[in-house]
Nanobody, 127 residues
Framework: QVQLVESGGGLVEAGASLTLSCTAS????????MGWFRQPPGKEREFVAA????????DQADSVKGRTTMSRDNAKMTAHLVLNNLVPEDTAVYYC????????????????????WGQGIQVTVSS
């Protein structure tokens, strides 16, 4: 059974950095682009960032562009999302997700294209 498990969340102060990790199991990981989404309190889930199969193509939402870095290690089936200069508006439950892609440079913001999802992890940024 495919599992995606997020780690690295928690309570941080504004201005700090945080690294979220997503580890997959029972997945042909190299065939999947990885995405990060978040759901702020009382709001819809939204796209944050995505990284292609090859690890060289990434996409970030405007809300985090310039403050985030993505990476992946296909051998360890793990993806990382670094969020810098956190602000209270980054408070949310963060989800990682896997999107099957035929090409190694594709990424998508479309939630419906992501097949597998993690349980989510809370990130709280205090002001």
């Amino acid at each position: 059974q495919v599992q995606l498990v997020e780690s690295g969340g928690g309570l941080v102060e504004a201005g700090a950095s945080l690294t979220l990790s997503c580890t997959a199991s029972e997945l042909t990981y190299a065939y999947y682009a990885m995405g990060w989404f978040r759901q702020p309190p009382g709001k819809e889930r939204e796209f944050v960032a995505a990284i292609a199969r090859n690890g060289r193509i990434t996409d970030q939402a405007d809300s985090v562009k310039g403050r985030t870095t993505m990476s992946r290690d296909n051998a360890k089936m793990t993806a990382h999302l670094v969020l810098n200069n956190l602000v209270p508006e980054d408070t949310a439950v963060y989800y990682c997700a896997a999107d099957f892609e035929l090409t190694d440079d594709a990424v998508t913001r479309e939630e419906r294209l992501y097949t597998y999802w993690g349980q989510g992890i809370q990130v709280t940024v205090s002001s």
